[in-house]
């Protein structure tokens, strides 16, 4: 079996979909734009470092969502689509994902972005198969049945990829060695999987990981 994960921002999309969603979302008025872009940026400059506390970065991205309610950020989010995601979705990145499906290939996304933010784009991409950061929803009776800005389980950040990668695995009884892998990637955040698999991809690399990439004598690929 041949199993082909990708990241998704910036190796699928030219575009950081987390970021610009916080920033799609002030255009809306849901928080103050200077204070929140700020934030926003360094989360964001922590993220290129690999310095980013996840789970402080998810309870500041979803503070608007949570005071919106699920209503209005599913609205919102179809607007994300049409007015930011759709134009980034190019046809280069579509058809690498096709020619692996085509070649039948098990292909998943595997992103830190949460999963209330990238589901919608695995679809738009065509990928069924999404392994995001998965936001906690309150459940409990009497509760409000909408996330709660915590996060669910493992995050899919860094090492915690490959857990959640060994996770959808072992749901379908097998282990590593029972797959051959590719990863795309364009992050050093995402070294610990590209070195896990059995094919790395540096993709769009950033400079750091174009440099281990040639050291290492890995396939580099500029989509973008």
Do not use: C
Not at 50 to 69: C, K, N, S
């Amino acid at each position: 079996m041949k199993l082909t994960l990708f990241d998704l921002d910036h190796t699928l999309l030219p575009i950081d979909s987390d970021h610009a969603w916080g920033v799609f979302t002030s255009t809306l008025g849901w928080t103050d734009p200077i204070d929140f872009n700020q934030r926003n940026d360094e989360f964001f400059a922590h993220y290129q470092a690999g310095t980013l506390d996840i789970r402080a970065y998810v309870r500041f991205a979803t503070a608007a969502l949570r005071e919106q309610g699920a209503i209005k950020a599913q609205a919102a989010h179809v607007q994300f689509m049409q007015a930011v995601v759709g134009p980034a979705i190019k046809q280069q990145a579509l058809a690498l994902l096709r020619q692996h499906q085509q070649a039948g290939d098990a292909v998943l996304i595997v992103t830190a972005t949460n999963d209330f933010v990238t589901r919608p784009i695995a679809q738009a991409l065509g990928v069924d198969e999404l392994i995001a950061t998965q936001l906690e929803v309150d459940t409990a009776p009497g509760g409000s049945g909408w996330i709660t800005g915590e996060i669910v389980g493992v995050p899919s950040f860094r090492e915690g990829k490959i857990t959640r990668v060994t996770q959808w695995l072992a749901s379908r009884q097998l282990d590593w060695s029972d797959v051959e892998t590719t990863f795309y990637s364009d992050s050093m955040n995402d070294l610990s999987l590209l070195e896990r698999v059995i094919h790395p991809v540096a993709t769009n690399p950033d400079a750091r990981l174009r440099a281990l990439a040639m050291a290492r004598g890995w396939r580099i690929l500029d989509l973008f």
